[in-house]
């Protein structure tokens, strides 16, 4: 007597959900984009999935929890592009994301760490324009991998004289203190690429600064200069 061949399992679209752990309106949209299709129909018309679907269906998850989408995820299963190709292209597209998020991050903190700063709406665009432009500048001088040890040696001695002017109680505005402010306003510009809001600049530049460039600027002294600068009109005689 031959045994009947045993028939092999199916699941109505509800199971194949509940088996994979998808919404049944997810696998519909799936079919609707061509990505998933019934193995067959039953004489009512309700679709039957197999146990490829159920593998279709964990490739998608698999995928899309990566962030692909569905497009891409098509041509990887269907072959029409290699799956290897597709995922450096996409570490490159989230490497540029994360470096985004990154100097997002890194904006609000350099706005929100100092405990006595206040950012208001009307300050904002003009804070994150002078970000902006130091970030670019910093960013130039990484890739070219210059270091301006004169640069550096000319602002640690307009911190060193502006403390000077601190210690002996000069006036912010006296002749002294403008000679240091049109220095340091000279060395702004270098850095920064143009001499507007100024006072915003310098302060921006003293948060992102590294700390051995930025060591002895504490706030008085930042608060000294923004006065200092502030006075300044011409240059010095």
């Known amino acids: ?127 994150l324009n002078a970000m902006s432009r130091v970030e670019e500048r910093a960013q130039e001088l990484r890739c070219t991998c210059v270091i301006d040890a004169d640069r550096e040696e000319r602002w640690r001695k307009v911190r060193d004289e502006l403390r000077d002017c601190v210690d002996r109680g000069e006036d912010p505005c006296s002749e002294r203190a403008n000679a240091v402010a049109f220095q340091a306003r000279t060395l702004i510009t270098e850095v920064a690429g143009f001499d507007s809001t100024v006072s915003t600049i310098l302060k921006v530049f003293a948060r992102l600064s590294a700390p051995r460039n930025m060591a002895g600027w504490d706030p008085s002294l930042v608060q000294y200069l923004d006065l200092a600068l502030a006075a300044l009109k011409d240059e010095p005689h």
């Not at 998808?22 to 067959?40: C, I």
């Not at 490497?95 to 700063?117: F, H, I, S, Y």
């Open 1 to 127: 007597m031959t045994k009947a061949t045993p028939r092999r399992r199916r699941w109505r679209i509800g199971e194949l959900a509940e088996a994979t752990g998808v919404t049944v309106r997810t696998l519909h949209h799936y079919e609707h984009t061509g990505l998933l299709r019934a193995s067959e129909r039953t004489d009512g018309g309700h679709r039957m999935y197999d146990r490829e679907s159920i593998k279709r269906v964990d490739q998608i998850r698999a995928l899309r929890e990566l962030g692909f989408s569905l497009h891409e995820i098509r041509r990887a299963i269907d072959g029409q592009t290699s799956l290897t190709d597709l995922l450096r292209k996409h570490l490159e597209r989230i490497e540029l994301q994360v470096a985004r998020a990154t100097l997002v991050r890194d904006r609000l903190r350099n706005m929100t760490t100092d405990r006595e700063t206040h950012v208001s709406v009307d300050e904002l665009p003009a804070t």
